[in-house]
């Protein structure tokens, strides 16, 4: 599975922004995707996930009301649209995902298939 994440740059506070992810793969027709972020001396940490069809998602509470996951199927690619941003949001955001079987806050662990990530930095 090739991850291709896009998107990302600089923004002011309040701002939004929306990242994009392609996934290709020979071995799964369908996948769970994902995002995840870390920001410099933090630990790497869960977003949003969405399953394979697009209809059920989960996310964390810091996002709830700004970040919003979807997912485009014939395209096979991911969304995160990211409103309202803040300081704090200022990160490496990675594109995950993995193969359909588990429950969507099983992924708050981690995925099992990364891209390179992309920077997404808000200013003050």
């Known amino acids: 599975v090739q991850l291709q994440a896009s998107g990302g740059g600089l923004v002011q506070a309040g701002g939004s922004m929306r990242l994009s992810c392609v996934a290709t793969s020979r071995a799964f027709d369908r996948l769970d995707m994902g995002w995840f972020r870390q920001a410099p001396g933090k630990e790497r940490e869960f977003v949003a996930a969405?399953?394979?069809?697009?209809?059920?998602?989960y996310d964390v509470d810091f996002v709830k009301g700004r970040f919003t996951i979807s997912k485009d199927i014939p395209k096979n690619a991911v969304y995160l649209q990211m409103n309202s941003l803040k300081p704090e949001d200022t990160a490496v955001y990675y594109c995950?995902?993995?193969?359909?079987?588990?429950?969507?806050?099983?992924?708050?662990?981690?995925?099992?298939?990364w891209g390179k990530g992309t920077q997404v930095t808000v200013s003050s």
């Open positions: 995950t995902a993995d193969s359909p079987g588990l429950t969507l806050m099983t992924y708050y662990y981690g995925m099992n298939y």
């Open positions: 969405i399953n394979w069809s697009g209809a059920a998602s």
